[in-house]
């Protein structure tokens, strides 16, 4: 029965060597940062910094011996102990002294650059692994498979980086995600958590991940899953990639999806509130076809003002003087000319005044759309 319990104690004792593995690299890699840029004579010896760093090596020794992807980090924190060993030999105020310590403050720069570089490629090599293992294991717990999408996403926000996107290309990292929120048969959860890694992705490089949101379903998908958050991305989607979008969405009738969802009674507030947002980024960046549609096909005018009345006088209510909003936006936008925003605003004005159910309702409306309101904030 003991040995039945150790073996059952194993995985777990591995796992969490691994994970202080990963938490100790993460600390070299910070703490290196701090050795790279050392100012010219400087007053303060960085010895007290070095060995802290060696230190958090020695932690992970054996690790950085057995591991062929750990190798030159191991050797580069023994060149560090190396000049650590030499700076502390050339002590001293004299000349020479001081030039052979400003020679090894450089060497001591170059190598924690190399120490961070190496530590950084490991990590996101192992954050990129672990979630094309976690996304593609049938028996990963939804904790897990959020927690690896969580950390994916934590680093691509981090910023742009060669080496990153090398490893996110091989491992088809976008294709699983995609297929991820295509999957009508994941939770919900899930699927929305892939949508707000691929707007990340599009973030840290649109010229590579602009053209796969265009070509495949992702857009489709997120108009299907019709929640605030889905609808949220898709809004973060035109905002970075404007009328190029907008034209897809257009064609294939995402546009019109999304206007009537705004107007479902059935749809939750904050889903209605992400339509809301999604229309004004749409007047904002479209061209005044796509623009004139929303208004005449989508009768959008009509549908906020339902919404305008359903809010009365509640101005803490997202929908308060929506139909100003969503005119200061197409006022305001970049897709339109400005005699297409002038014919556009009278078309407005036209339907406010066709759609208002007294006169005082349509003479407080179009004062808002003349006089205009702050353009949507997001």
């Given amino acids: 029965m003991e040995d039945d319990n150790n073996q059952n104690h194993t995985p777990q004792k591995k796992e969490l060597n691994r994970d202080h593995l990963l938490t100790v690299l993460e600390s070299i890699r910070t703490s290196s940062k701090d050795l790279q840029y050392l100012p010219p004579f400087i007053s303060r010896s960085p010895e007290a910094d070095m060995g802290a760093l060696l230190e958090l090596g020695r932690e992970i020794d054996a690790v ?3 591991d062929p992807e750990l190798s030159m980090l191991s050797e580069l924190l023994s060149s560090l102990k190396s000049t650590l ?3 502390q030999k050339s002590q001293g105020y004299r000349l020479v002294p001081l030039i052979r310590r400003q020679a090894k403050y450089y060497r001591i720069s170059r190598i924690a650059s190399e120490i961070e570089a190496h530590a950084r490629g490991y990590l996101d090599k192992e954050i990129v692994v672990n979630l094309m293992r976690t996304l593609s294991r049938p028996d990963s717990g939804e904790e897990e498979k959020l927690q690896a999408l969580g950390d994916f996403q934590d680093r691509v926000e981090q910023g742009f980086h060669i080496g990153l996107q090398d ?3 091989k491992s088809k990292a976008f294709s699983i995600l995609e297929s991820k929120l295509c999957d009508p048969d994941c939770p919900k959860v899930w699927r929305e958590k892939s949508a707000s890694a691929i707007v990340s992705l599009v973030k840290f490089n649109r010229n590579v991940f ?3 949101v265009l070509m ?11 929640s605030s958050q889905s609808i ?3 809004s973060s989607l035109v905002r970075l990639i404007r009328s190029p979008l907008i034209d897809e969405m257009y064609v294939h009738g995402e546009v019109a999806q999304i206007v009537n969802l705004l107007g479902s009674v059935e749809n939750d507030l904050a889903t209605r509130v992400s339509c809301l947002e999604c229309v004004c980024e749409i007047a904002y960046y479209g061209r005044k076809e796509i623009v004139k549609g929303v ?14 009345r359903w809010v009365g006088d509640r101005k803490e209510s997202p929908f308060w003087s929506c139909v100003s909003i969503f005119a200061v936006q197409v006022e305001v936008g ?3 000319t400005h005699q297409e925003k002038r014919e556009l605003k009278m078309e407005i004005l036209k339907r406010v005044k066709e759609a208002s159910v007294s006169e005082a309702e349509a003479a407080s409306i179009t004062a808002e759309v003349l006089w205009g309101s702050s353009p949507w904030s997001f």
Wanted: glycine share 14%; aromatic share 0%; hydrophobic share 55%.
């Fill in 334 to 336: 970049e897709g339109l």
């Fill in 85 to 87: 060993d030499e700076l």
């Fill in 64 to 66: 950085l011996e057995s």
């Fill in 167 to 169: 490893l996110i290309l």
């Fill in 210 to 212: 602009v053209g796969l």
């Fill in 295 to 308: 208004i005449m096909q989508g009768r959008i005018v009509e549908r906020l003002m339902e919404l305008q």
């Fill in 216 to 226: 495949g379903p992702t857009v489709g998908a997120l108009v299907s899953i019709g």
């Fill in 232 to 234: 949220a991305a898709l």
